[in-house]
């Protein structure tokens, strides 16, 4: 009997070393998965600073297609009123348009005008030459046969369009 009251009084011993153990890890547990959401949470708002970051550079950006011309010029004209902090123009050919989409060339560039005042512009354009080039394929019809290109596509009424405004 004796034998039997040393063995239950040393299983209650090893049984509440053993609960101690266990309390110990599960405590343990907690504070490292209190560590390890706390670093979630961290990495969670970095990429969410991360996504707006990114966010906002793609929504800067105009690389992005803007139609067919002369469809585009209502596009770079929303393009042109949400710019906060600048605008780089780059096109071969400065006043792109301004003979062809004259309403939208003249709208357009009231706006620049407007945005000006708030936002930095830079133009990047080709050189007079490479201008001088670009007129000559464009209007090459027109100095070859004046008559015959007045009359192909639209060229007629856009040069009334043109000329009125």
Not at 17 to 38: F, K, N
Request: hydrophobic share 45%.
């Amino acid at each position: 009997m004796q034998w039997l009251q040393l063995g239950l009084t040393l299983l209650s011993v090893l049984s509440s070393i053993a609960s101690i153990c266990g309390l110990y890890y599960a405590l343990r547990a907690v504070q490292e998965s209190e560590e390890q959401t706390a670093q979630l949470k961290n990495l969670v708002d970095q990429q969410v600073i991360s996504q707006d970051a990114l966010i906002h550079v793609s929504k800067s950006l105009t690389t992005r297609y803007a139609g067919m011309h002369p469809e585009y010029i209502n596009e770079v004209q929303k393009i042109v009123d949400d710019a906060r902090e600048s605008i780089l123009v780059m096109s071969s050919v400065s006043g792109f348009g301004i003979f062809s989409t004259v309403r939208g060339w003249e709208e357009l560039s009231a706006r620049i005008i407007r945005a000006k005042m708030s936002v930095s512009i830079t133009l990047l354009t080709g050189s007079v030459k490479s201008l001088v080039e670009q007129i000559q394929l464009q209007f090459a019809l027109a100095y070859s046969d004046w008559e015959g290109w007045l009359a192909s596509d639209n060229n007629g009424a856009m040069l009334r369009d043109f000329c009125h405004c």
